[in-house]
């Protein structure tokens, strides 16, 4: 960029005192302050602008990415889906599944030995209550 140092500040101040005059000076360099801080702005918004282009690029390519992806897992999980059917004798294409429901295989009780006795996880004390009727 521009490397003004001391001594070619000094001469662009003689220059511009010479050339305005030190009555138009102030309001000149006011004048300078305020396009400089314009164009400032401009600048950064263009930059801001650029980055939210290419950000809304590389989301629009993640988006299509997780659609290709998502739509892999579900031919996979189809693909299983109908194996699996198709070890236990079932049609694949009249198998009950749906999205959201639970089929019949679901619903069934583990095995028994996974099975806990109830009765012994939910013992319950009788509590002890004051008796209310001898205040009265």
């Not at 070619?8 to 003689?14: D, G, K, R």
């Not at 314009?38 to 918004?45: E, G, P």
């Not at 996979?76 to 749906?98: C, F, H, M, T």
């Amino acid at each position: 960029m521009l490397s003004l140092g001391l001594p070619e500040i000094l001469v662009i101040m003689i220059l511009a005192l010479v050339v305005v005059g030190p009555d138009r000076l102030p309001e000149m360099l006011r004048f300078l302050g305020r396009q400089y801080g314009k164009l400032t702005r401009a600048s950064n918004d263009l930059k801001r602008a650029f980055l939210l282009e290419a950000e809304r690029e590389q989301m629009t390519k993640r988006a299509a990415e997780m659609k290709i992806r998502r739509e892999e897992v579900r031919r996979r999980i189809a693909e299983q889906r109908d194996a699996a059917l198709g070890e236990k004798g079932q049609d694949p294409k009249i198998a009950p599944v749906s999205r959201g429901t639970t089929s019949a295989d679901d619903l069934s009780p583990p095995p028994e030995s996974n099975q806990r006795d109830t009765d012994t996880l939910f013992i319950t004390e009788p509590v002890n209550q004051p008796d209310d009727s001898t205040d009265e």
